[in-house]
């Protein structure tokens, strides 16, 4: 098994729902600790991180103006401010672990975190401190995957890692399928003709065209985090080829 890392630059995405662990609302301390010691880990080999985190544990913007008739945009502001929680959340678990972190918002508010700036979260980053972009993209009808994606770009990460709920892209929704099959490997084309729901398209699209693979995989397997940026099979990875 391979001790050294795949890639020295890495985004990872921690969707919302990811950071409840067993609770119904909010952000489990467990997870928080558990996800602190991996990236740690993936420190201690010399990889430079940056994290974007959902908000969806806490609201979804969509699923509100969906259900309450309220306006998106509102919505979305909303959702935003709950992944400016989550991220002073994951910035205690990171320090903590001996990880020194900086919260980057999207959406200006000086006293709880620092305005997002590219090159100034790039020189964090070099300096070896774990940068959490919070706030998505500052728009609305972004959600926070093309908001990582678009991170991930602007940082320079040589992979996109989406830690969630579920252990790769499958064929068809494994909630409701039991015969679904996961996919190992696919490619970019292929999650958008066939509409695979695990990344939503825009966040797809804008990997695709910069070629930036994207690894997605079980948040709650053991190691996995450590174990993608070691190149192991982990998932799916999603790139050109739709092969490691």
Do not use: W
Not at 129 to 146: E, H, I, L, M, S
Not at 221 to 233: Q, S, T
Request: proline residues 3%.
């Amino acid at each position: 098994m391979t001790t050294q890392p795949r890639y020295s630059r890495i985004l990872l995405k921690l969707s919302g729902e990811a950071l409840l662990g067993d609770q119904q609302y909010g952000v489990d301390p467990k997870v928080l600790a558990f996800v602190a010691e991996q990236v740690r880990g993936v420190r201690a080999l010399g990889v430079e991180v940056g994290i974007v985190v959902g908000g969806g544990n806490i609201f979804r913007g969509l699923a509100a103006a969906n259900a309450t008739g309220m306006e998106r945009a509102t919505a979305d502001h909303i959702g935003m401010l709950a992944t400016v929680m989550n991220g002073l959340a994951l910035q205690d678990g990171l320090e903590r672990a001996g990880v020194e972190t900086r919260v980057m918002t999207a959406i200006e508010m000086n006293e709880v975190a620092e305005p997002y700036i590219r090159r100034r979260a790039i020189r964090h980053i070099e300096k070896g401190r774990v940068v959490v972009f919070v706030a998505g993209t500052g728009n609305p009808y972004f959600t926070t995957d093309t908001a990582a994606a678009l991170r991930a770009v602007e940082i320079g990460a040589q992979v996109m890692l989406k830690a969630t709920k579920v252990d790769g892209v499958y064929d068809k929704d494994p909630k409701v399928h039991s015969d679904a099959v996961r996919i190992p490997s696919i490619s970019y084309g292929r999650v958008l003709v066939d509409g695979l729901k695990v990344l939503d398209a825009a966040a797809v699209s804008l990997c695709m065209e910069n070629d930036l693979p994207i690894v997605v995989f079980d948040l709650d397997a053991h190691e996995n985090i450590l174990r993608a940026v070691k190149g192991e099979e982990v998932g799916t990875i999603i790139s050109k080829e739709g092969t490691r």
